[in-house]
């Protein structure tokens, strides 16, 4: 018999088609390696440190596991100009994905360092105003954006603060870091308002504890110190246990309250502070990071305002005597007893 | 003799098989496609109104969540108003209760009590007192939307400092008789609407955010959006919601440009007071998930049939003509004059008639040429007995003809030596 060549017609281009055709719809599965983002974390202020573990916390939440899609360099330090531009001169040299940098000084720092280099920048607990980090608030510019600290709000609330629980103080004690860039607009805000109040600011810049410890040390055998409270303003040098300490045993022993940035030294304790807090503004950079991470150019993410946090300690406030109103307390975000 | 193959290409040759099995594709995938086109389209119609619904229904819960985190900041005002006798107490107890109702609720950045003239009683704010606005907000606009003591929620403006929404709202303070004495104002800072809105869960991607009348983005998962002031006014709900007056949710869910540039389904909820709309999108290839599994499904299944038909094509085709082929092949082969040629044919059907037909046929064949045969043979039996025959009458006419021949010659010889005789005895 003669076999018909054609009835055999395209059955195994049908079948591969519906082949294909299968493959097509049903997707096909392939595995790709997922990257690994390098963040370089320069903690520049052991005082506020706590805003590393707010930061991995909430990228954690955003899908950044560490040790699988984000490994995480976090340099520790205080106040050092060198040991600043060091750690961000590494962290440029190995090419991370983006440096999370705190406080004002290291972020400025930070900018200086990456200029040019693509590198973007996460700051958080940085002062913007007047400090040239950023264009505007909602245009940042450059390669660079973060989380703002109310800095000059900040001081003139610790002063109020201090105000409204030690009336009958007309002299503050102002210590403060010689030198330090974000000291003197915080100064320029606190004066004007110092003079409306009728109180007398007694600036002492000091370059470390030493120097506080000498400029206390004659006043410890004189009745009047030369002033009837010491407050604490947005700079470094006061929150460091050495130089709290010095402030803290000088303050309890002449019974002058001390206040500003809530800290313990000991048995010494500040009784009230307003700062941002540590770990909500670690979660506030996180989503600023992880736009980085995702390629929005920073210079076009808008700078957020991390929100100030108000503690009164009830205890220490009670051990110098003071009063503090019942409006004071309601409005207090923590008190510690 | 031309080949087979030369035959067909002359003749244009087109394999019945070959049609038949593309008739019956042709016919089964049309009949495929319609069936999947229809279910498709009845299935993305049902699909369609449900979205439509679900849309509806998210939007409007949405909107209620918002609506409720404004709602509690009015209860807590007019608590506040109401319990702690406000209007009568002195200015230290009215701070103090300024200061309760701060530091109760963080959204709360400023609080300032009027009297009925509109004169500051007392202030506190989170703000050190040199950083407050809300001074600025405190103008004759102000005063003439809560003069008729109700309830009032301002526009929504941005913080110059940190670029924050906020607004103002207000709450009338009365006496016990019911007379006003004064009014209760906060500035509201909406960021703490944000996590609110970020949580909404629209679907797997789908987002939610929150528009004033004039299109701004307020409340948004993307925060730095917000920051940024964005006018949303270009995005097509968002601009249906600007140009509506009353607070009727839209009921169409066609597919319109995103707050993120994809294609979504887009649906808005009014709030009503304050005067913001909530609007939710679901990208379109969520929404029509189903739909795109259920076309999915359809190619598969339709594939499958295809393939199916094109098996059963060329099997059904094969079979009605693999007897005709059969009989074809048998044609030739008997053409070329082998008889013998079995044609193994056993449809019941004409093509079985056909062939038992063509074996009769093939039988008549053989007989009448078995027949023929033998009459060839009675012929030239009779031929070869004819012609032996008129061969022994030829040898005998040849001898007789011999025999003629020599007396004819012997009377010639004889009248020639009569005629010899003659002459001499003449």
Known sequence: ??????????????????????????????????????????????????????????????????????????????????????????????????????????????????????????????????????????????????????????????????????????????????????????????????????????????????????????????????????????????????????????????????????????????IFGVNVNDIAVGRQTAPLVDKVLRGTPAGTIPVVSADSYFQINYKAAQAFGLNVSEGLLARADEIIR | MPTQNEAKKGRNFRSLTVTLALAFLALSTVVLLIASGLELYFNFQTQQQVIVSQQQLIAQDAANTVKSFVQDKFSMMESTASISSMAIENQEQQKNVLDKLLGREPSFRQLVLLDAQNRKLAEVSRLSQSASRIDSRLDSNLFAQIQDGEKYVSSVYIDNITSEPMMIMTVPVKDIFGD?????????????????????????????????????????????????????????????????????????????????????????????????????ELPVEEAYQAVAQGVVMSALIMLLGIFLAVVAGIYLSRRITRPIIGLRDAAIKIGQG?????????????????????????????????????????????????????????????KFNRLAVGRELRMIELKKRIRELESKRR
């Open chain 1, 1 to 270: 018999m003669i076999r018909n060549k054609r009835t055999g017609f395209g059955l195994q281009a049908v079948l591969a088609s519906l082949l294909v055709a299968v493959i097509f719809l049903g997707g096909c599965t392939t595995t790709q390696n997922e990257k690994v983002y390098h963040v370089g974390v320069l903690s520049g202020l052991s005082f506020v440190a706590d805003i590393t573990d707010g930061l991995k916390a909430k990228m954690t939440e955003l899908g950044y596991t560490e040790g699988k899609n984000i490994v995480y360099d976090v340099q520790k330090m205080d106040f050092d100009m060198v040991a600043y531009r060091s750690a961000l001169n590494k962290f440029v040299d190995d090419k991370v994905d983006v440096i999370v940098v705190f406080p004002t000084e290291a972020s400025m720092e930070a900018k200086k360092a990456t200029e040019g280099t693509g590198t973007p920048v996460v700051f958080t607990f940085a002062l913007i105003e007047g400090m040239g980090l950023v264009d505007s608030i909602r245009e940042p510019g450059g390669n660079i954006t973060g989380v703002r600290y109310p800095g000059p709000d900040i001081v003139l609330k610790r002063f109020e603060i201090m105000h409204e629980m030690v009336p009958q103080a007309k002299r503050f004690l102002v210590p403060y870091q010689r030198g330090y860039p974000i000291v003197d607009p915080q100064l320029e805000a606190l004066r004007p308002a110092a003079e409306a109040a009728g109180i007398t600011l007694v600036e002492l810049p000091a370059s470390n504890a030493t120097e506080l410890q000498a400029y206390l040390d004659p006043r410890n055998k004189s009745a009047d110190a030369g002033f009837d409270a010491i407050l604490i303003i947005v700079e470094p040098l006061a929150v460091t246990p050495d130089a709290f300490g010095a402030l803290g045993k000088f303050a309890y022993e002449h019974k002058l309250p001390i206040g500003g940035a809530l800290m313990a030294a000991g048995d010494y304790k500040s």
């Open chain 2, 180 to 280: 006003l004495k004064g009014t209760l104002v906060a500035e509201v800072n909406l960021k703490f609407m944000w996590d609110l809105v970020g949580r909404i869960k629209i679907g797997d991607k789908g987002v939610a955010y929150v528009v004033d009348r004039q299109g701004d983005l307020i409340a948004f998962g993307d925060i730095s959006r917000v920051l940024r002031g964005e006018n949303l006014i270009h995005l097509e709900k968002v601009n249906d919601f600007v140009s509506s007056k009353g607070l009727i949710i839209t009921g169409e869910s066609g597919t319109s440009k995103g707050i993120q540039g994809n294609s979504v389904i887009a649906n808005y909820a009014p709030l009503g007071m304050p005067d913001w709309a909530v609007v939710v």
């Open chain 2, 338 to 398: 082998a008889l013998d040629t079995q044609i193994e044919v056993k449809s019941r059907n004409e093509i079985g008639d056909l062939a038992s037909a063509f074996r009769q046929m093939m039988d008549d064949l053989k007989k009448s040429r078995a027949k023929l045969e033998h009459h060839q043979q009675e012929l030239e039996k009779n031929v070869d007995e004819r012609t032996k025959e008129l061969q022994a009458k030829v040898e005998e006419l040849q």
